[in-house]
């Protein structure tokens, strides 16, 4: 599956998450599916992306370390159905939306934690979701220079 199209689900099933468990699941969800966007991006992607896409794996992988991975059935791991990654930049756009999502989900369940526990795997979650989507954003910013780099040079009259 287009790895837009998962991003896209991963957002709309953590908006409708209405509780603890089921945000942790989503979070869990979405951090995978950043590790395997890194991994694909790190393999195949453009050159100067694989530097950063490779980090984006490592700190998404740290995403999922610190969440109790979710009881799904293979089937239901998004990240699993990644099969096509067609325009980096823009899954690359959507993929920091998603992050940013995370992130917020994130501070809601840790202001309304109950246990220690809980706050601090939310914590932990908030800077790895923060830190994959400053990889994003970097990759976006290599991204635009390298286009920026590719346009012909126009001569001022």
Sequence with gaps: MDAVRLI????C??????DAPQILAEVWQAQALAQAIGSRLAVS?????RGEALGLTELAGRG???LDA??????????????????????????????AEVGIALVGLASAAADETTYWQCMEAID??????DRVREMLR????????ALPETEVG
Excluded: I, M, N
């Design 8 to 11: 896209v689900t991963s957002r």
């Design 13 to 18: 099933a953590l908006a409708a998450s209405s």
């Design 45 to 49: 992607g453009p050159p100067e992306l």
């Design 64 to 66: 999922c370390g610190v």
């Design 70 to 99: 979710p009881d799904l059935d293979p089937g239901d791991l998004r990240a699993a159905q990644l099969t096509e990654l067609d325009d980096a930049r823009h899954t690359l756009l959507c993929l920091g939306g998603l992050l």
């Design 128 to 133: 790895a979701a923060d830190e994959s989507r």
């Design 142 to 149: 290599k991204l635009a220079a390298r286009e920026e780099a």
